[in-house]
């Protein structure tokens, strides 16, 4: 992998990720852009004790253009675009409309590919271990700002998840706090370490997982299942099997068999709903340790916590979403339309060949 940083007309970063190590990027943004305002606040909310983000500057961000205007394809002739380049493997940015900003962290726009019309799941084997190693650079360069505490990288896709940009693409936060789930997660973990002497509450339930019947997928390395009390009507959990807490943990056999087994997931996610269907709008989401201290989850450390990916979908059968009504959104209690057991074996039905 070779990585190029270079900055953009208004000031933000940008860093390309190349396959090839003989590849030159000096293309100069040409753009009549003034610097970047952001208006991003952090209020604490005494209640509930967690964190939301103002950021009313985010209104006017861009909004479904068309492809012929797409802000994420490569710079070609008079077209002009976030990119500066003509083309790319993978490459990063500050985000011009960010949600976290300064003092209240940072957000970034991860281009998996150039080519508009693909998606994650197009991507060669090559590709999708570019786009890893991207992620892991990216994490460790965020997580040495000194306003930043955890780095999330994710993904949305599809129109009903609300994505306003087609291009294929992920966004990272970096926040400066511990985030509300995690902190849910660090505190199971330490009630669950205090009450069995010393056991990890994640390899408990990876073992359990492993033993049962909602296992989708297992490598030597990784093993892909629906968790025991999904949330969402398919939902699946990836984790390595030698615990980690974050991406820059994994060792070069995790990370040289990572693509095989997450675009085959991806690909059977698109074959959920059989032939004929649109592609089935997700979130994918990585779950890494935060970088601040964490005395406040007593006895857990860093490596105690276990990286993991979250990837699921808002479609509950052919042409109806999972709609997080009163329940959901007002008690944050989910009601699964699709039991788990049934999830997982309509995951692994799906299979390619």
């Known amino acids: 992998m070779k990585k190029t940083s270079t900055r953009l007309a208004d000031g933000r970063e940008l860093v390309y990720y190349d396959l090839r190590d003989d590849t030159v990027r000096d293309a100069v943004d040409r753009r009549p852009l003034e610097p970047t305002v952001t208006t991003s606040e952090i209020r604490r909310d005494p209640l509930l004790g967690d964190s939301i983000a103002v950021a009313s500057h985010r209104q006017g961000r861009t909004y479904h253009p068309p492809a012929d205007q797409c802000p994420l394809c490569p710079s070609r002739g008079e077209r002009l675009s976030e990119i500066p380049d003509s083309s790319y493997d993978v490459v990063v940015f500050e985000n011009r409309f960010p949600s976290l900003a300064g003092d209240s962290g940072r957000c970034e726009v991860v281009c998996f590919t150039s080519d508009h019309d693909a998606s994650f799941a197009d991507l060669s084997e090559e590709q999708a271990r570019l786009v890893l190693d991207a992620w892991t650079d990216r994490t460790s360069e965020l997580s040495h700002l ?91 959990h990836l984790y390595p099997k030698r615990r980690v807490p974050d991406l820059l943990g994994l060792d070069e056999a995790a990370r040289r068999e990572f693509p095989q087994v997450y675009l085959e997931l991806l690909r059977r996610f698109d074959r959920i709903f059989g032939e004929g269907e649109p592609p089935t709008p997700y979130i994918a989401a990585w779950h ?66």
């Open 146 to 236: 000194p306003s930043v505490e955890q780095v999330f990288c994710f993904e949305n896709r599809g129109a009903e998840i609300g994505v306003t940009l087609g291009h294929p693409h992920g966004q990272i936060y970096a926040y400066p706090f511990t985030t509300p789930r995690t902190a849910l997660m660090l505190r199971s973990l330490a009630a669950h370490k205090d009450a069995t002497g010393g056991e990890n509450l994640f390899d408990a339930v990876l073992a359990e997982e492993l033993a049962g019947e909602r296992v989708v997928l297992e490598s030597e390395q990784w093993v892909a299942f629906v968790p025991y009390a999904a949330h969402w009507p398919y939902e699946v």
């Open 288 to 353: 890494q340790a935060p970088f601040g201290q964490l005395e406040e989850f007593d006895g857990v450390t860093r490596d105690d916590f276990a990286l993991h990916l979250e990837l699921f979908t808002i479609r509950r059968t052919s042409g109806k979403l999972k709609f997080l009504a009163g329940s959901e959104s007002g008690m944050n209690v989910f009601i699964n339309d699709v039991p788990p057991e049934r999830a997982a074996e309509r995951l692994r039905e799906v299979a390619s060949s």
